[in-house]
């Protein structure tokens, strides 16, 4: 359970990647009543809330001066002396961002010491449905709820980033065609706002737009396979689109932190998205005006961010698979972008990914690129992205996702391959059976990563193999899969012979493919001849 936590004795209640259910909120309210809270703040679109609005409402003081400190934590033991004492650590959850592992896991502790918890049963149901504050009297004396309109705070945040009135002279062009994929999560909500009612996008643009809690029976992913509806308007289904694809389009996940963005019959990289936002952040954003601090991506993302960074002269970190690391680099002042391979992309505005944002950003690179071409053809999202790949290289990326594996065969696997990885003239050999076209393996290891900013060492984050031209394959187990395990495999290759950009990932990939499932010994391990999702 997510909550936002202010000091003092005050509480807010917004998204933090979850959703709430409206049963959710009232328990909330009610064991918040209990236990000294003062205030507890509820976003009327944070019912099915976006963490980036978490990262906003931490703004808002409440009326004993108090601020959010963000993030988390159901406080699920009776402590007057605010929530921020209870784990016997001070967790600086100022940031608004997820918990770092040392507070998770000193939660999990707690969690298993709890006899009781204490609830204000006699409370009043909030009315969730208005805006506006209600005061009760709770056990521990005066208590008020003040349901807000989060979209306003959020579109006043994005107001302060975006140059509003560029982007509304694309989206109000009729050159310019666009669609909205929120596949029935929380970003409906904001879409509206933004896009049409700010920046005069057609409403029918936005597709799938009302927030449902089942996602209108749906699976609220933004990818190639999940977000149908968006993949065949924009030409590239299975079956020919009916008309002609709009220019751009853009999904989102459940709780709208996540992106995929497409042009005309064509699909963006996650992992290129953040190098083509990287590179073109300053030209293009206000925000970034005076230049990035740093960039970073997460290990098993694609090196194209990489390049941008080399040749644009800036800091640059590689950190494991999670958000959480980013945030500490940003609240030192040395990240600005950031993005992973699984559809989250971001910037320093707030301390989780936000697809929002990430279209934004797109649509400000589309804007800047045809600033002075509204009348004539269009610089297209598929020139920008081709454009990139002829000054940085192109990287090609696919993953393979193995899900509901035998965990013991899933861990056997990474044992094996750990294993193999003390003898590189081995694994060399090894390759050479399968491919003689594939290059040579350089170094190979269990990718541990050191943040630079707390210390803290993070280990056994991916199984790494590097190749001499740049290749690499990554085998990492998932922490999100829901049963059994999920291998996934990374497979990349950097190409910058530009008679070899432009073709098909499956095909340039193919031997490399090849190397990773016999090298892996994937099928002898897992009993699977093909993986669950290719992305
Ligand atoms: O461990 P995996 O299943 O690959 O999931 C990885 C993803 O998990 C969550 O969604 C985190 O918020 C992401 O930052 C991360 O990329």
Redesign the pocket.
Known sequence: MGLSVLVGATLVVSGD?RYYSKEAIQIITKMSAANGVRRVWIGQNGLLSTPAVSGVIRERVGPDGSKATGAFILTASHNPGGPNEDFGIKYNMENGGPAPEGITNKIYEYTTTIKEYFIAEDLPDVDITTTGVTNFTGPEGPFDVEVFDSASDYVKLMKSIFDFESLRKLLSSPKFTFCYDALHGVGGAYAKRIFVDELGAQESSLINCIPKEDFGGGHPDPNLTYAKELVARMGLGKSESQGEPPEFGAAADGDADRNMILGKRFFVTPSDSVAIIAANAVEAIPYFSAGLKGVAR?MPTSAALDVVAKSLNLKFFEVP???KFFGNLMDAGLCSVCG?E?F?TGSDHIRE?DGIWAVLAWLSILAYKNKDKLEDKLVTVEDIVRQHWSTYGCHYYTRYDYENVDAGAAKELMAYLVKLQSSLSEVNQLIKEVRTDVSNVVHADEFEYKDSVDGSISSHQGIRYLFEDGSRLIF?L????SEGA?I?LYIEQYEKDPSKIGRLSQDALAPLVEVALKLSKMQEFTGRSSPTVIT
Not at 478 to 481: A, E, H, P, R
């Open positions: 990647g997460s698979t999670g958000w992973e699984s989250g990914k990492r998932s922490g999100t899969g999920t996934r």
